[in-house]
């Protein structure tokens, strides 16, 4: 079979990082990314070729595309995070070439996974159990493990509740689900109530809506009454620096993302003296560098057996090609609740 | 000799905690404190009554006078947390008695240190050399110990050189003159010019002055050439926020004390995620009894031999009696660079 040379792809219009903070979604995709014939990399040792068969928007993803994440933009790669595909083929060495043939969840090591075909590091692939479905595959790595390691958190603060913002995300419901069969406490915020017994059945131990006029009391007697000494915060506005500083001692901050464009006040700033509060970040990126390879594959193990077993499950709010995504992708994340998936 | 039961004192007028935060100075301290007659309480095992000869007034006092410090007030209980004094009479107990006619360094664990006489755990209590002034003894325990716990943390990050604001401070002073001797590199952050020079002489690497035009631009220029990862903050305003945020990966803010009324503005939370930054916090009272009793022993056995050498010197701005201390205690504390002194 004759590899291709070029791909598909959704390309990045820009190099490097954008020059001042953006915001969380960007106004125009076609600001950011193009359709392309991207060349494909000569295959090195250790790297395989992948056909992709279906990739996932994230929010991490956008506001990579916009240059204010943590890595800087390569001009003309395709952009994308991670996806599931088929590999076509290696380029040499052991783990590469057992991999050629299987059906992988993979990170955009090398070429980004927005993309008819990609080029990614063996090591990052994961061979995906037959009874796991595309969807799932696709959106195997980023959002699970994330969910894993904020657990975790919670666990080693020594605290058997937290709390939870956009509670609501494909993210926030993995982690509601994951915590109740850990025998963990999820006060979930959410911003509007439509959801709220959708997140009880998920797995909150109760849901906090920050856009009713008793939100303040309601969650200082939920705080008093389950003691959570975690905050996990993907939103970062002044609702959330309130409830911090609402947190009993030894409170931690935890920060793994930044959907909301406020600046938060530390208006309690003694609180960091007197309640030995902290305020840290999470970011996946670091952490699967940091864990052993035995440790990351018990865990992906772990993460497919959720999602081949149902208690998991990816849900996707609409599918397009990659020509639709470029305008059609902004309007399908504001729609949906759940995940928005590019099918090249 | 007949024991006193009761003292002159500066007695709390409230008790409890404020109903919200206050400012770091009271606007006047009679709203606070009284000259009181103070009744003694009886001498339990392990406590002494120790004979004030001088206490000083630190800005946790101001703090703690105002209901906002992180333990609550006892209403008619003298206020100070530490001095220099005789011990006159043990409650018995092997430790305590043997402290009976010794000069002591003390924390006002039992009554407080504006007074003329005080009690105090014998645990607590710091027998002093005899070429020690009665000024060292006075400021041994809050400032000298915060100090070194501090450049621990400095080290602990595993860095050499940190930034340090209000830098001419009594304890801004102790931290630059012990890093220069530990080969910590201090970047003295002061709000006016006029104490550069001496700041350089006392130990800073380099000294940046906030209220100068071109302050950002020297300050980002001082990070870059020193990478300091760790901010030791006793001001928690917005300059200080901006500083942390112009610090490289890996930078640790550690609040130790609040002396701005601001509430600072975390206008790049990114950089938690990416960057691995941290916001903490620092509190004597909790690092003390943490530490070991050799380890404890060890450090003050140093801090008397740096006061006894000349290493570090407290400056005294000036002495107050108790009756005088109530009107003058606040413009005492405007006027001068050291330490107001209470002297019964």
Chains 1, 2 share one sequence.
């Not at 791909?7 to 915001?23: C, D, F, H, I, W």
């Not at 991999?99 to 994961?126: E, K, N, P, Q, Y």
């Not at 993302?257 to 999470?282: A, C």
């Amino acid at each position: 079979m004759a590899l291709p040379s070029t791909t598909k792809a959704l390309a990045l219009r820009e190099g490097g990082y954008a020059p001042a903070p953006t915001a969380a979604v960007p106004d125009r995709m076609a600001d950011h990314i193009e359709l392309a014939d991207m060349p494909l990399p000569a295959l090195k040792p250790g790297q395989v070729l992948i056909e992709v068969i279906m990739a996932p928007v994230n929010p991490s993803d956008l506001f990579y595309v916009q240059g204010s994440y943590g890595q800087p933009r390569t001009q003309g790669n395709a952009a994308g995070f991670e996806g599931v595909g088929r590999v076509l083929a290696s380029g040499g060495g052991k783990m590469a070439d057992a991999l050629i043939g299987a059906r992988v969840a993979f990170l955009g090591t090398v070429t980004g996974t927005w993309a008819a075909h990609a080029v990614s590091d063996a090591a990052l692939c994961i061979p995906l159990r037959d009874d796991l479905r595309d969807e799932d595959g696709a959106a195997l790595i980023v959002n699970p493990l994330t969910a894993v390691a904020l657990l975790e958190r919670v666990r080693e603060a020594g605290s058997e509740a937290f709390i939870l913002n956009a509670a609501g995300s494909q993210l926030g419901r993995l982690i509601l689900g994951l915590a109740r069969d850990q025998g963990q406490k999820a006060l979930a915020v959410i911003r509007r109530g439509h959801d709220a017994e959708e997140l009880l059945s998920a797995g909150a131990t109760e849901v906090l809506v920050s856009s009713d006029s008793d939100f303040a009391t309601r969650a200082g007697t939920a705080i008093r009454s389950h003691k959570p000494r975690v905050l996990l915060d993907a939103v970062g506005d002044q609702i959330t620096a309130d409830l911090f500083f609402a947190m009993p001692s030894g409170a931690r901050w935890v920060s793994y993302g930044k959907m909301s464009d406020e600046s938060p006040r530390l208006g309690q700033m003694g609180q960091f003296i007197f309640m030995d509060k902290h305020i840290e970040g999470f970011w996946l990126s670091r952490w699967l560098p940091a864990a052993s390879p035995e440790r990351r594959s018990a865990l992906i193990a772990d993460v497919q057996a959720r999602f081949a077993s149902g208690a998991w499950a990816t849900r996707v709010a609409s599918r397009l090609s990659l020509p639709e995504a470029i305008d059609g992708m902004l309007p399908a994340l504001e729609q949906g609740t759940g995940k928005v998936m590019l099918v090249p």
